[in-house]
């Protein structure tokens, strides 16, 4: 081959790779606006606020218009100082559905939505329930949970809520925690005793470089514990998950 045909060759292969680049930053950009303009869908539907009346505690959420466009939708999560503000969802069928389709109405959304898997109860009366949600499409979906590596931030938001039809349940955050990649719910069986325990206690006292431990709980944790897990993932590292562990201290009826 001579150097004509050689550089021709090499042109042709650099405007392929450019070509290729600009698609895949374009893709990736338009999935990180979808997943911008979710937010703010939902954004719109919550104010989250703490008002009370005489009879019951204000519920914000109005699950009934959510539910007209999917009715898989059926908690709302809340956590102030971040953009952690969605409605759960948990298909009936496919866990892996919710990994690249909006819960607003189950279009095609790289970015996914916030959900549950359904071996997981929908009134949060597991022992350990997993909430799951993307990391790294700008600031949305669960992206946001890694403002607890900062201890400062750890410290000073230690509450977060969890709303369902005529009911507002607040969890106090234990822990934020980077742990590997295993199935928590497949490799446990919560139902024995010790093995509840065990993970208890790994969650107060996590094994990682990267974790965050409140000293001081609100209720005793213990076989009657509920806990809430939110599990995202760690940029660069896909053999990772970075954990928010909270335990359940409040369950109140709204109206």
């Known amino acids: 081959?001579?150097?004509k045909a050689i550089y021709k060759t090499?042109?042709?292969i650099s405007a392929a790779v450019f070509v290729l680049s600009a698609v895949c930053l374009g893709f990736n950009l338009y999935n990180q606006f979808r997943a911008e303009q979710e937010y703010k869908t939902t954004e719109a539907v919550s104010v989250i606020t703490t008002q009370e009346n005489e009879t019951a505690v204000f519920n914000p959420v109005p699950f009934k218009d959510l539910k007209q466009k999917n009715d898989e939708i059926y908690?709302?999560?809340k956590i102030d100082n971040t953009k952690v503000d969605y409605p759960i969802v948990q298909h009936g069928a496919d866990d892996t559905f919710y990994l690249n389709h909006s819960a607003v109405d189950k279009s095609y959304l790289?970015?996914?939505a916030i959900y549950t898997e359904k071996c997981s109860a929908k009134d949060f009366s597991d022992a350990v329930t997993l909430v799951y949600g993307h990391n790294n499409y700008g600031d949305t979906m669960f992206t946001t949970l890694h403002h607890f590596e900062d201890k400062v931030f750890f410290d000073s938001n230690e509450y977060f809520y969890v709303y369902l039809p005529?009911?507002?349940?607040?969890y106090q955050v234990i822990s934020a925690f980077k742990y590997d990649d295993r199935h928590i719910l497949n490799t446990n069986d919560f139902s024995d005793k010790a093995q509840l325990s065990e993970f208890q206690n790994m969650i107060m006292n996590p094994d990682s470089s990267l974790k965050n431990v409140r000293q001081q709980f609100d209720k005793p944790v213990d076989e009657n514990s509920?806990?809430?897990v939110l599990s995202t993932c760690v940029t660069g590292d896909n053999s990772s998950?970075?954990?928010i562990c909270a335990l359940l201290v409040h369950d109140e009826k709204t109206d």
């Open 1 to 3: 081959m001579n150097k």
């Open 75 to 77: 908690a709302w999560i």
């Open 226 to 228: 509920r806990i809430l």
């Open 10 to 12: 090499v042109l042709i």
């Open 110 to 112: 790289q970015s996914g």
């Open 166 to 170: 005529q009911r507002k349940i607040t």
């Open 241 to 243: 998950r970075y954990l």
